[in-house]
């Protein structure tokens, strides 16, 4: 991954702080923004998850601290809706200026309501994502009803949200209740993804039903049964992530190919905070590989020698058909079951010593079709002779280099 520290300037000369992160060694067929919950961070782990979900799948990332929130300038008492609108519509302007102008815009919380007005004041945006998204920005106000006398009679009020202290002035309310979303979901006339979970007893599910009915065609609604508001299950991060990348590809432009910039075949990337969870580019493909939670991963992908593993079985598979077509002999199917181990020589004279055991793929073949004894030998014979296998069974070398970055 390809993470970016940038710095862009909202409607008010402040300096807005964000990170832009970009595909694993290749051009970002898409850029897309995403617009955190009220009070939260660009940091917050369901935004830094949902955005490398998007990365993974070729698009490019911009996730931003509105105005007076994490690192970006300005004093959040001073701040209201309308502003958040602006500040996305600044963060656009900063993609289209130094990349390319955004086509995906993804909000959580009152960040997917923000997303559906500024959304009708960018012409390029194509799609937009809403995740928990109150149906009127009115709603949120619910958070700090037992404040709202105090900020009426005296004109603002230290509330505690999410166990942090926020000054909101009374600008901040009327602001909110000048805002009408269902006008504004009604004439969007863009793709729409709505996803809200049941369980969300911040913005009650209610608001996606609201949001869903005012909303042209083409909209969709996606459950994340089970979620609570901040998504704070790694699993329903990754998962509105990738129901969003997927989704995304049906309503925006995408190249015919995308290749790397690499003379390899394959890049793998992995920061620090990671763990074992690595992106990866195979060929024209993105992939995740990870380490079973038994082993300290996540098991979001395959291991490492599981995608060994993966290899022999495809080739076996391939070769196999190839033969069997040229011969024109009735295989209807073959499955090849492959798994890695270290196990002792067949002919050790000193089994008990660990240094008898080997690298051992055990595979196992089912064949579908009426085939006689000796097709089926002979096909057990060119198994042994996919390239995958004859290359396991060489002697092979791995050359190191560093690339000057």
Known sequence: MNLQKIEFKNKEDQILNGRLELPLDQQPHNFAIFAHCFT?????????NISRSLTAKG????????????????????????????????????????????????????????????????????????????????????????DLDEINSTGLANVNLGGRGFTIKKQFIEDLESNSLPEIAKNL????????????????????????????????????DGADHLLMDK?????AGEVIAGWATRYVELPDNSQLKTKHQVVASLDDTDGFTTLMKVGNHNMVADEPVSFGGNDYGPSPYELV????????????????????????????????????????????????????????IKLTGNLDDKQKKRILQIADKCPVHKTLHSETQVITNLIES
């Open 40 to 48: 939260c961070n660009k940091n917050l782990s369901a935004v830094k």
């Open 59 to 146: 698009f490019g990332v911009l996730r931003f601290d509105f105005t007076g929130l994490g690192e970006s300038e300005g004093e959040f008492e001073n701040t209201n809706f309308s502003g958040n609108i602006e500040d996305l519509i600044a963060a656009s302007n900063y993609l289209a200026t130094n990349y390319e102008a955004p086509t995906l815009l993804v909000g959580h919380s009152l960040g997917g309501a923000a997303v559906l007005f500024a959304a009708a004041q960018i012409d390029s945006i194509k799609a937009v994502a809403t995740i928990g998204a109150p149906s009127n920005p009115v709603h949120v106000k619910h958070l700090f009803k037992s």
């Open 189 to 224: 006339r863009k793709a729409l993804l709505i996803m809200h979970s049941p369980q969300d007893n911040t913005v009650g599910i209610i608001n996606a039903e609201e949001i869903y009915q005012a909303a042209r065609h083409p909209k969709s609604f996606v459950s994340l």
């Open 235 to 239: 699993k329903d991060s990754m998962y």
């Open 309 to 364: 593993s993966a290899g022999l079985s495809a080739c076996t598979a391939m070769t196999v058909q190839m033969y069997v077509k040229r011969k024109g002999w009735p295989l209807k199917n073959i499955e090849v079951h492959t798994s890695y181990g270290k196990s002792h020589l067949q002919d050790c004279e000193n089994c008990e010593s660990e240094n008898a055991k080997i690298d051992t793929f055990n595979r196992e």
